[in-house]
């Protein structure tokens, strides 16, 4: 080994243009960002959405319908899902946390109960909400409902 052989170890060096490094360079001057102008500032971010003073997409497109702020999405679970559970896990009771252990909810989720399917199982339920159908149909079955 001599000083004529010596070469950098593999992937130490990449194979790019540094730009902001003077005019011998090859990037120098303007250092890729133009002449003037706020894009050619240092901390200069453009807003997302911004189009250089066009009426940006979003304000061009029109808006349609409406969007009731006040809405309560409920996550919607049917007898057939209840029975099911009963059924795989010997359940009696089923409450947020069955429906959040066995992913049919998460944390911040609101639970309606649906009526489609069939109960054969006694269950005590537990969630926010439930159909009339549903309601009938686990009292029928001998069950409970409880609101939470």
Same mark, same amino acid.
């Given at each position: 080994?001599?000083?004529?052989?010596?070469?950098?170890?593999?992937?130490?060096?990449?194979?790019?243009?540094?730009?902001?490094?003077?005019?011998?360079?090859?990037?120098?001057?303007?250092?890729?960002?133009?002449?003037?102008?706020?894009?050619?500032?240092?901390?200069?971010?453009?807003?997302?959405?911004?189009?250089?003073?066009?009426?940006?997409?979003?304000?061009?497109?029109?808006?349609?319908?409406?969007?009731?702020?006040?809405? $309560?999405?409920?996550?919607?679970?049917?007898?057939?899902? @209840?029975?099911?559970? &009963?059924?795989? +896990? /010997?359940? %009696? !009771?089923?409450?947020?946390?069955?429906?959040?252990?066995?992913?049919?909810?998460?944390?911040?989720?609101?639970?309606? $109960?649906?009526?489609?399917?069939?109960?054969?199982?006694? @269950?005590?339920?537990? &969630?926010?909400? +439930? /159909?009339? %159908? !549903?309601?009938?149909?686990?009292?029928?079955?001998?069950?409970?409902?409880?609101?939470?």
């Amino acid at each position: 080994m001599n000083l004529s052989n010596l070469k950098p170890a593999e992937g130490s060096t990449k194979n790019r243009k540094r730009i902001g490094r003077g005019t011998g360079s090859g990037r120098g001057g303007t250092s890729t960002r133009g002449h003037k102008g706020a894009g050619s500032r240092s901390g200069y971010k453009s807003k997302v959405g911004f189009e250089g003073g066009q009426m940006p997409l979003q304000r061009r497109v029109p808006k349609v319908g409406f969007k009731n702020i006040n809405r $309560v999405e409920y996550v919607s679970i049917n007898l057939d899902a @209840l029975q099911s559970l &009963a059924e795989k +896990f /010997s359940l %009696t !009771a089923i409450n947020f946390d069955t429906f959040r252990d066995h992913g049919l909810a998460s944390k911040n989720d609101l639970v309606k $109960v649906l009526g489609r399917g069939e109960l054969k199982a006694k @269950l005590e339920v537990q &969630a926010h909400a +439930f /159909s009339a %159908t !549903a309601q009938k149909a686990i009292e029928s079955a001998g069950g409970a409902i409880v609101k939470l």
